[in-house]
């Protein structure tokens, strides 16, 4: 009897366990409708999820299994894709049109993901075409686990700040004229959480908080401040930063950084201000900080900023380093990951290119300006689909002659690590995105890069990890990334009408072992279209 009694106590405790041991789940709802809006005070076309505009903010925390069911009715094809979200061993949940299938009119799809081993600042937009112009983007903020240290002292409350260039017009005329051959005209306005100077937060007087700052623009970088405080930059992307005081920083487009605020300043209303960088004219937007119980408004001038100083720029983000003692998502400090001792068993250099094809505008990469194939390069590749792409259809340096139009897919070896150069040999900023992964941005400088540069210019030691990375004018930029997700992931232009006319291309990070300890199969809802139907 002793011993049947005791079988039954271990079987609940290990039930309990099992139940304990399983990662919670957060489940969403999205309709994804039109609906009219006046960012600029002219009525519009957005596009609105559950009837917000800007979407609705997920907030989550390390490793939850987040479901998102998402309804579609617009008038044609939809897709989200997770900006910074790792989507570990799945790039079926990536939804961009190289992995997914997009979901048609007057239907749904439930994406299932595992914010796997990620803290930290992120965001989510719709993918095609256009439709991120008008809408259809949001936050998304990972907490670390209570069990987890936070390099600072608890926020008393948190913001999140998402920061667009606005245009206007329709999102499908936006895309007939991209369709035309012509490049988009500069955006009409700046806007802060889907308004140009009517967002507020509110604080009370010797507290801090925390800003979740995000650039959702299109094609244009920013500088972001506070009147009368000064922001202590606390992570990056998924990664704590040493804790560096800034009076404004530069945010490119893709970019998210997290800033705590201390309200140390006399009771009364501040402005906040984001501005555009490397443009004429600057574009202003302008938020409010209100001290609770102040009745003060805040008044003129507005904190200044750089306009079109690169070099400035470029000495600021030189500033921005890894805080190495700190824990991220996992117990064990950043700096433990000493990725500057690492062999580099591969580098590649990606040159960006404008250029015209039939009369029309094309952005490329390589002398290669993407198309995207009706059949999902991904779909493709798991049921060995023939004539979708060409591995290895992208050389891994920049080549001469004329540029071709083509599914755009480079190979590497799982566990590859990697050097990747971007050279930008044109007058305008760029930034460049990596799905599936973060990397170290380990230098930049102007003019050709080459390899005597490492020793000059690399930060082998805390440059930070990050998923964007901003390359200036005439200039180069270097990042070094472990490729130890299996799939296949876009690296794209977070400049939008560049991405859409040709410069990015796809990563197809692989090895022959079939396993699900390195890749999950294929959902069961998987959505089929093209060849794979």
Not at 26 to 54: C, D, E, M
Not at 151 to 174: I, M, Q, R
Not at 497 to 522: C, H, M
């Amino acid at each position: 009897m002793k011993m049947l009694l005791f079988y039954i106590g271990l079987l609940g405790w290990l039930c309990v366990c099992c139940v304990q041991g399983e990662d919670p789940y957060r489940n969403f709802n999205w309709v994804v409708t039109y609906g009219q809006i006046s960012p600029l005070g002219l009525p519009q076309r957005g596009i609105l999820i559950n009837g917000l505009f800007p979407g609705p903010t997920i907030e989550c925390e390390t490793n939850d299994n987040v479901i998102i069911n998402v309804v579609n009715k617009l008038d044609e094809p939809f897709l989200i894709t997770w900006n910074g979200v790792q989507q570990r061993k799945t790039s079926w949940q990536d939804g961009v049109l190289g992995t997914n299938c997009p979901i048609p009119p007057n239907s749904q799809w439930t994406y299932h993901m595992q914010v796997k081993d990620q803290i930290g600042t992120f965001s989510y937009f719709a993918s095609i075409g256009m439709h991120r112009a008008v809408g259809g983007f949001g936050g998304f903020n990972i907490q670390a686990r209570p069990v987890i240290f936070v390099p600072y002292l608890k926020p008393a409350a948190e913001f999140t700040l998402l920061v667009s260039d606005w245009w206007k017009s329709d999102h499908k005329t936006l895309r007939q004229r991209l369709d035309s051959g012509k490049a988009l005209p500069k955006p009409d306005g700046l806007l802060i959480n889907g308004s140009p100077r009517a967002t507020s937060f509110t604080g009370q007087a010797g507290q801090r908080y925390l800003f979740r700052v995000s650039n959702m623009a299109l094609m244009t970088s920013i500088n972001f401040r506070i009147q009368g405080h000064t922001m202590t930059l606390v992570e990056v992307e998924g990664a704590h930063t040493l804790h560096e005081s800034y009076e404004s920083l530069d945010l490119h487009v893709g970019q998210s950084v997290s800033f705590l605020v201390t309200l140390h300043s006399p009771a009364k209303d501040y402005f906040i201000v984001a501005s555009t960088r490397f443009t004429k004219p600057v574009l202003t937007a302008t938020g409010i900080l209100h001290y609770a119980g102040s009745t003060a408004k805040a008044s003129l001038p507005l904190p200044i900023a750089p306009t079109y100083q690169v070099h400035w720029s470029m000495k600021q983000a030189r500033t921005i380093r890894w805080n190495l003692t700190a824990n991220a998502a996992r117990p064990n400090p950043q700096g433990s990951f000493h990725y500057g001792t690492i062999p580099i068993t591969r580098t590649v250099i990606f040159a960006n290119s404008k250029t015209t094809i039939g009369g029309k505008l094309r952005y490329a990469v390589n002398k290669v300006s993407h198309i995207n194939p009706a059949t999902p390069l991904k779909l493709a590749d798991y049921f060995n689909i023939p004539g979708v792409f060409k591995l290895n259809s992208i050389q891994p340096t920049p080549r001469a002659g004329p540029t071709v139009l083509a599914p755009s897919v480079i190979g590497f070896t799982l566990h590859d690590f990697v050097e990747i150069v971007f050279q930008n040999n044109e007058n305008s900023i760029q930034s460049w995105h990596l799905d599936g992964h973060d990397f170290w941005s380990v230098g930049f400088g102007g003019g050709q890069w080459n390899s005597t540069l490492r020793k000059r210019f690399y930060n082998m030691n805390d440059a930070t990890t990050r998923y964007t990375v901003q390359v200036y004018p005439k200039s180069w930029s270097a990042i070094l990334v472990a490729l130890d997700n299996k799939g296949m992931w876009n690296l794209r232009s977070a400049n939008w009408p560049r991405q859409y006319l040709g410069q990015q291309l796809y990563a197809r990070v692989w090895n022959d072992e079939k396993s699900l300890f390195t890749e999950y199969d294929i959902p069961q809802n998987a959505l089929r279209c093209g060849k794979a139907k």
